[in-house]
């Protein structure tokens, strides 16, 4: 298990000494922390939203099992196709399936976090068939080779210059364009993708059980691209992003884009209900709807429950402290930062993710600004003790630590080592790494006020 | 009628910082407070609670009842124990009901020291400090997160020092100790406190004052290491008792 906590250590302290990675991050993470807070601050009634919207998120858990048979059932009422995956290998054989069954070639996609967790680009491409990300951050991290480091800004490392570099490197840009000239490259070549793809692969920030309706929230309008274009349309989602009723969505939208990137609403909100009818020219011919567990049923019933309220914000990344010096990389999982520190040991399994519980000051600001009021440090806290049973020796500590005569004994022996330079302290070497041994202040104290006492 | 207070002093005043303890003995009495002492007071299992060990939390847990229960009050010198006592103690317990409710009922006369004399003795205003110089203020999270307690160190600091007094940039923001954290990951908590140090710097500072002095240790650990100017790193305590001492004449 220490093996996962040294393998974090080795990532962070390399990362932190990326200057050009954590200056990017940097940048953009206070960007948006300060974005949502000016969006935040705006609403005078934000925290009786949250509140209001924790409830319905709590009681729509209590009947999850309601809400995704509801959402098939209407979701095919419109037309779809709906696909049951118990696991991320199963969701990405589904998709896998269903273009290769119509000898798709090309698709377009969005931006999706449960695709990353399906690992299904992989899976189409290894199936031979060309996977174009359309939104602006996923098509630089394609481009890159990378991975996406933050669950809503995915290119959140890379600044202005490395971007244009990539561009004019692997799609024959103009060398050492600006915003705004790589935003129309990035344009005019994805304009070209849209028109060509025969299938469009999207994820869902909500999908609605009474309607059958999916939900993707945007600011390029590639979304919408991917949902009208393409003649077959794949979507994925992850089972726990299904609300009971429509009327739900206009909260959850209010506190998802003002957390997010403090917008009081995205430019695009597409819902897509149903392939297109007859007579209709726009929308997909064929749509279908693979609805993903991969170990969300588990979490809803365990004692980490709310971790599926989490409405994929990235806000706590953004505000995180270690987020904030080592970018998303550094975690090793598709999500990162606190969010990423719960969701992962426990969809993709704890031995794996051993290191990120403990990845962690405790600071509690994630708590403070999460818009779905998920305890993440108390989980956090508890997952430690999960990934890292407590041993004899924690056990020890604490009976010694418990006990006043042998407290007062073990503070007088630290007392007498850390005076002389601290050598033989537990894990000096490791505090010395980035300060220098404490020394003991001088007597006295209250103790020895008390008669026999610190002796 | 005089107010009791039973003092618990903390690991980091028993090991590092011993005549805080009495600093703020000193401060409570001065401000009309009887303070007791209780000598088998030992460790409040934060590093057990935080590692996720409610077994080994519960022990420690129920030590403190033991000595605590039957006092009045009970003021802590740590943001962060304080917190772990109200906010921890109770849910560790929550499978035994009538242990919670006396649980419950101990949080809810258990106060961090400056938390203490702002709401329970109403204390506005602290005299001038007598050689007062340029101070700032480090928030540790759990004064900010825990306890809940913000502006009322710096009302105090600005009587106290009046316009040396100056508040620190990104005061919401952690130091990058984290308790067993700043030994797991020393790179990156280094890291985190530089920025920190790097404010402290901005300000001019020659004294940092804080509720927490963990975090000071690791901040004064940081600044040592980097052979920054000297600066002093002071639990509040210290620089109350030099205002109240100085204003005795």
């Known amino acids: 298990m220490s093996g996962q906590v040294s393998r974090f250590r080795a990532a962070s302290a390399e990362a932190v000494l990326n200057e050009r990675l954590i200056a990017a991050v940097r940048h953009t993470a206070d960007l948006l922390v300060s974005k949502r807070e000016a969006a935040v601050s705006s609403m005078p009634d934000y925290e009786t939203a949250r509140a209001r919207v924790k409830k319905m998120r709590l009681e729509a858990l209590d009947h999850i099992e309601e809400n995704v048979s509801r959402f098939a059932a209407q979701a095919q009422k419109a037309g779809a196709v709906v696909h049951h995956a118990a696991d991320a290998s199963e969701a990405s054989a589904i998709a896998v399936g269903i273009a290769t069954g119509k000898g798709v070639r090309s698709a377009v996609k969005t931006k999706s976090m449960t695709s990353e967790e399906a690992g299904l680009n992989e899976a189409l491409e290894d199936s031979g068939i060309e996977v174009t990300e359309t939104d602006l951050g996923e098509f630089i991290i394609q481009l890159a080779g990378e991975k996406p480091s933050h669950i809503m800004a995915p290119a959140i490392h890379k600044n202005r210059s490395e971007v244009a570099d990539l561009f004019a490197r692997k799609t024959g840009a103009e060398p050492g364009l600006g915003v705004e000239g790589l935003v129309a490259h990035a344009r005019k070549v994805l304009r070209k993708k849209f028109l060509e793809a025969e299938l469009g692969i999207t994820g869902a920030n909500f999908a609605v059980a009474e309607t059958g309706t999916v939900v993707i929230v945007t600011n390029e309008g590639n979304g919408r691209m991917c949902t009208t274009l393409p003649p077959l349309q794949i979507v994925l989602l992850g089972i726990d992003k299904i609300v009971p009723e429509l009327a739900d969505l206009p909260e959850l939208l209010m506190l998802l884009t003002r957390s997010a990137s403090g917008q009081p609403i995205s430019s695009y909100v597409s819902m897509t209900t149903g392939p297109a009818l007859k007579g209709e020219e726009e929308g997909p011919r064929e749509l279908h709807i693979i609805l993903m567990d991969n170990g969300r049923r588990k ?145 006295p104290g209250l103790r020895d006020r008390v008669p026999g006492g610190g002796k | 009628m005089a107010r009791r207070a039973a003092l618990f002093l903390t690991c980091a005043v ?209 600044a040592q290491k980097k052979g920054s100017p000297e600066i002093r790193f002071v639990h509040l305590a210290e620089l109350m008792r030099e205002a109240l001492a100085g204003d005795a004449g």
């Open chain 1, 299 to 443: 979490m809803v019933r365990g004692p980490y429950r709310e971790m599926a309220n989490c409405l994929h914000c990235g806000a706590c990344l953004s505000h995180c402290p270690v987020y904030r010096a080592v970018g998303g990389h550094a975690y090793g999982s598709v999500y990162s930062g606190p969010m990423g520190s719960v969701l992962s040991p426990l969809l993709f399994g704890k031995k794996d993710h051993a290191g990120l519980p403990w990845a962690c000051t405790l600071c509690g600001r994630c708590a403070e600004i999460c818009p779905a009021s998920i305890p993440l440090p108390d989980y956090l806290r508890k997952l430690r003790g999960e990934v890292t049973e407590p041993g004899l020796k924690a056990g020890l500590a604490s009976r010694l630590a418990a006990n006043p005569a042998l407290y007062l004994l073990g503070i007088k022996m630290m007392r007498r080592l850390l005076a002389s330079g601290g050598r033989f302290v537990p894990l000096m070497e490791n505090w010395k790494v980035a300060r220098h041994p404490p020394q003991p202040g001088a007597g």
């Open chain 2, 14 to 222: 028993d090991a590092l910082y011993p005549s805080v303890g009495l600093d703020a003995a000193g401060v409570l009495e001065r401000l009309g407070v009887e303070v007791v002492f209780r000598n088998e007071q030992t460790c409040c299992g934060q590093p057990w609670i935080n590692s996720g060990d409610p077994e080994n939390g519960r022990r420690h847990a129920l030590a403190f009842l033991a000595t605590h229960e039957k006092e009045e009050a009970v003021v802590m010198l740590s943001s962060s124990c304080a917190d772990t006592v109200r906010n921890a103690y109770p849910a560790l317990f929550d499978d035994d009901p009538a242990l919670c409710a006396r649980f419950r009922a101990l949080a809810g006369r258990t106060w961090e020291f400056c938390e203490y004399i702002h709401k329970v003795l109403g204390v506005e205003q602290f005299p001038a400090h007598p050689s007062p110089g340029p101070v700032t203020y480090h928030s540790s999270c759990r004064t900010l997160r825990g306890t809940g307690l913000r502006g009322v160190v710096e009302k105090y600091l600005e009587a106290m020092m009046g316009a040396h007094f100056v508040p620190l940039p990104e005061n919401d923001r952690c130091c990058g100790f984290g308790g067993s954290f700043s030994v797991k990951f020393p790179e990156l908590s280094g890291r985190i406190m530089e920025d920190k140090l790097r404010n402290i710097a901005s300000t001019g500072a020659r004294t940092v004052a804080s509720l927490d002095l963990s975090c000071l240790t690791h901040l004064k650990g940081g």
